[in-house]
């Protein structure tokens, strides 16, 4: 997992997660909520194909990768847009994009789920009575989350941070936490695996949590990620021990800068181990 950044280019940007638009449907799911205060065998009536307008955008944000496991997907499969915070607790956030991510079908709908463990009570939802007015539910429509291309039109997107943070869920928001202050990785050469483990015992309940959450230590993965590091770890042992400015010096270092763009899987894992040492390959593997 790496860190990720939105791509709010107005230019591309789907025009449905913003403005009026937005707007209507928080209006909607607040008239929906009213009537399930009436009714409690009410449910929010979703539409997923409202969401799956965002996909092509947080494709494009993650390069074509699960924004967990970071493996390439759009090849094999359509992938999923995950909900972040489950729509089914948190109704409000629906349609939300700051709430979406790119994901592979493993990490979502395997492991995930709907599940979403926080360390207290969760983020409290917009007040509404089965009583509230219409008028109330207008004036209180737009403002519960932020608009993506204008912050002066929605709910502060810094309120919205403020909510992440005070509420800490026990997973990692890659657009909102870096990665790389949570996960660490161990190698074994005999089994030819990596696991993703906590950086260290401050944020080992974060990272555990967020680990199990996604299935990110799952065999495949684990496999996987030990022939992207072998690779890696050549390439690093090639440039540390040729002549700087040589022929396989130069080689060596192109290749590394090609395993460090931003489409390459495992990114995250490669950034963790550019300020740290390697283990040179072994003779036979």
């Known amino acids: 997992m790496r860190r990720l950044n939105r791509n709010l280019d107005s230019a591309s940007f789907p025009p449905s997660f913003t403005g009026p638009n937005r707007l ?5 799911l607040l008239q929906q909520q009213r009537e399930i205060r009436r009714q409690p065998t009410e449910k929010h ?12 955008q947080l494709i494009r944000e993650t390069i074509n ?8 997907f759009t090849t094999v499969a359509y992938g999923d847009v995950e909900h972040y915070r489950p729509k089914s607790i948190y109704w409000w956030l629906a349609y939300t994009y700051f709430n979406y991510a790119p994901s592979c079908q ?10 979403f463990p926080i360390p207290s009570a969760a983020l409290q939802a917009p007040l509404v009575r089965k009583n509230s007015s219409d008028s109330y539910l207008n004036r209180l429509a737009g403002f519960i989350t932020p608009d993506p ?14 909510d992440h943070t005070n509420e800490r869920p026990l997973s990692i928001d890659p657009y909102l936490d870096d990665p790389l202050d949570y996960f660490a990785y161990d190698h074994d050469d005999n089994v030819k695996e990596v696991w993703i483990i906590p950086l260290n015992n401050t944020v080992s309940g974060i990272a555990l949590s967020c680990i199990d959450l996604y299935g990110l230590n799952r065999k495949d993965l684990r496999t996987k990620r030990y022939q992207a590091l072998f690779n890696y770890r050549a390439v690093r042992e090639i440039v540390e021990i040729t002549t700087p400015g040589s022929r396989p010096n130069r080689a060596a270092r192109a290749s590394l800068q090609l395993l460090l763009m931003d489409n390459a ?21």
């Open 24 to 28: 209507a449907w928080e209006l909607e």
């Open 265 to 285: 899987e495992f990114l995250g894992m490669y950034q963790h181990y550019e300020t740290r040492p390697v283990d040179p390959v072994p003779d036979i593997i």
């Open 65 to 72: 990768k699960c924004a967990y496991c970071e493996v390439n």
């Open 106 to 115: 493993l990490c979502n709908q395997k492991f995930k789920k709907a599940n």
């Open 149 to 162: 291309l204008d912050d002066t039109l929605g709910r502060p997107f810094a309120a919205f941070t403020a």
């Open 45 to 56: 009536k979703f539409q997923a194909s409202r969401w799956k307008q965002a996909k092509g």
